[in-house]
């Protein structure tokens, strides 16, 4: 069964995509079943083009992403979540809609990239990317939400 990722922040515009892009990346290049989406808040409407460029400069194919909101993912017909992040410390303090299933939540902040230049964004995608790494090599499928729930913590503190 598949393991469905939501990652939020509130422009859905950098962090999040990055993440997206980033995870949904190694899933194929590793062969796990799990899909990332983001969404924000209040989506900005645009992908922040250093975002798309940092994601392209690493082999991820960039066709399709766009800005939405987290409302998607609570309509019918939307894809239920095992895991919800936030990406931004903005996102983490807002009150999110209620997701089918009761997934697992946790916030993993990263500093804004869009204050600064291209390099910012590439250091970001990278840290992310790290991350996301590690979550692919945990057991996914046997887990539960209780252990599953401590190790992302625990990654969020690396």
Not at 47 to 73: M, Q, Y
Request: glycine content about 8%; proline content about 5%; some cysteine.
């Amino acid at each position: 069964m598949t393991t469905n990722v939501l990652i939020l922040c509130t422009h859905n515009s950098a962090r999040s995509v990055l993440s997206e892009g980033m995870l949904n990346y190694w899933a194929e290049m590793l062969g796990k079943d799990v899909r990332a989406y983001s969404a924000g808040s209040a989506p900005s409407g645009r992908i922040n083009p250093f975002a798309l460029e940092a994601l392209a400069n690493a082999g991820v194919d960039t066709a399709g992403f766009r800005s939405k909101s987290w409302n998607e993912f609570v309509e019918d017909g939307a894809p239920q979540m095992r895991i919800v992040f936030t990406v931004c410390d903005s996102a983490a303090a807002e009150e999110c809609p209620y997701w089918p299933g009761s997934p697992v939540k946790v916030h993993w902040g990263y500093a804004d990239p869009s204050n600064g230049k291209r390099q910012g964004f590439e250091l970001t995608r990278q840290a992310i990317g790290y991350r996301m790494l590690q979550l692919l090599m945990l057991p996914l499928d046997t887990m539960s939400n209780a252990e599953l729930q401590e190790y992302l913590d625990r990654i969020s503190k690396s």
